[in-house]
């Protein structure tokens, strides 16, 4: 079916970086029409109070396209690194929307690329396949983004592996939280990336006959300058996660909610904050976890079938997961369980699906 004439205008404001501020516009353009209105109906002091409101709408809006669309802005500062505990770093970790132009420093970029290749090799996969993190430079074709210039492309084989998808959010997170404790910014790309335009820039390290782009990193320092409509979207959907009650089950049914503060579940602590606050696909937290065993098994599962979304996030989960229970010296593996041990419930067209299993070590 053709794509209709709006969806295509809205494709191209997107892809050009203009979309952000159309609602901007949007609002300059309606308060100066009620404000003609009501002085033509008679109305002064009404007109004036939307004239003013006008007013400040086309300042916002000529700031935001100065500061941030065409980058007439004062240098900013490097962060500083964040000496935090594992869970403080988990918890207060962001997507970043908003990027400084400057590049990452040759120090921060060497110690980003070590952290990579230490997070790939073989033996720290939960999978055979291999999965790969690119790095590039140069801008790409992103959406709600502003200001990014590098970017880590995570790349699994073509021939759908699911336990390659779980790698990459496994160890993309990783890294993550390792550019979080350096000071940098980072944010979590799916459906606001052009694939065209990462093929492109990736050029001969990207086979279309045996590669497939799982996802794309923004990597940079954050910048206080943002477009408002993006700020007004962070500020209401950020902040907003799913209570642990509905994330954490006693049975695979997900009808019994986990006890989470009491034993013998508690030893595990803000493991579970760690997993609620992690991040997802428009924020969906497609994953579900199921506790057994006196909580010497934890069962991971994705809440739909979706094919890379889903077990990217469930892999997110598992980087946290361990992390976490790592910081509490809390011992484990993931495994994955035989199904005749499984109490798995009735598949339906949209899931659930087990992915994985952290077992704790005696």
Not at 101 to 121: G, I, K
Not at 225 to 253: C, E, G, H, Q
Request: charged letters at 20%; proline letters at 7%; aromatic letters at 12%.
């Amino acid at each position: 079916m053709a794509e209709s004439l709006a969806w295509r205008i809205k494709v191209s404001l997107q892809w050009t970086g203009w979309l952000q501020y159309i609602p901007n516009m949007f609002l300059v353009v309606l308060l100066s029409f009620l404000g003609f209105l009501f002085r033509t109906l008679g109305f002064p002091h009404l007109a004036t109070i939307f004239d003013v409101l006008d007013a400040i709408a086309f300042f916002v809006l000529c700031f935001d396209l100065i500061t941030v669309k065409f980058n007439c802005r004062p240098t900013e500062a490097i962060p500083a690194r964040k000496d935090w505990d594992a869970f403080d770093l988990m918890r207060q970790r962001r997507s970043c929307r908003s990027f400084q132009w400057r590049d990452l420093t040759p120090e921060h970029r060497n110690e980003l690329m070590e952290c990579v290749q230490a997070n790939l090799l073989p033996q720290k996969m939960l999978g055979s396949k291999p999965i790969r993190l690119e790095y590039i430079r140069e801008p790409l074709t992103v959406w709600p983004v502003v200001g990014c210039h590098e970017f880590l492309v995570a790349i699994a084989p073509k021939e759908y592996d699911r336990l390659a998808v779980l790698d990459v959010g496994r160890s993309l997170q990783k890294v993550v939280l390792h550019a979080t404790r350096m000071g940098l910014a980072t944010c979590w790309i799916g459906p606001g990336a052009d694939q065209s335009s990462v093929q492109q820039k990736l050029g001969p390290r990207f086979n279309e006959e045996k590669d497939h782009i799982i996802c794309v990193c923004a990597i940079g320092y954050p910048s206080w300058y943002m477009p408002t409509t993006i700020k007004w979207t962070v500020n209401m959907f950020s902040a907003t996660r799913n209570p642990l009650s509905k994330l954490f089950f006693r049975d695979s049914r997900f009808e019994t909610p986990l006890s989470t503060e009491a034993p013998p579940f508690s030893r595990y602590g803000r493991c579970y904050e760690a997993c609620q606050w992690a991040p997802s696909s428009f924020n969906a937290q497609p994953v579900r976890v199921v506790g057994h065993a006196e909580g010497q098994r934890f069962d991971f599962y994705g809440a739909n079938s979706s094919r890379y979304y889903t077990p990217v996030a469930v892999g997110i989960w598992l980087a946290n997961w361990e992390t976490g229970c790592e910081a509490l010296k809390i011992k484990g593996h993931f495994k994955i369980m035989d199904s005749e041990k499984l109490d798995v419930p009735a598949l339906t067209n949209d899931g659930p699906v087990y992915d994985m299993s952290w077992i704790c070590s005696p």
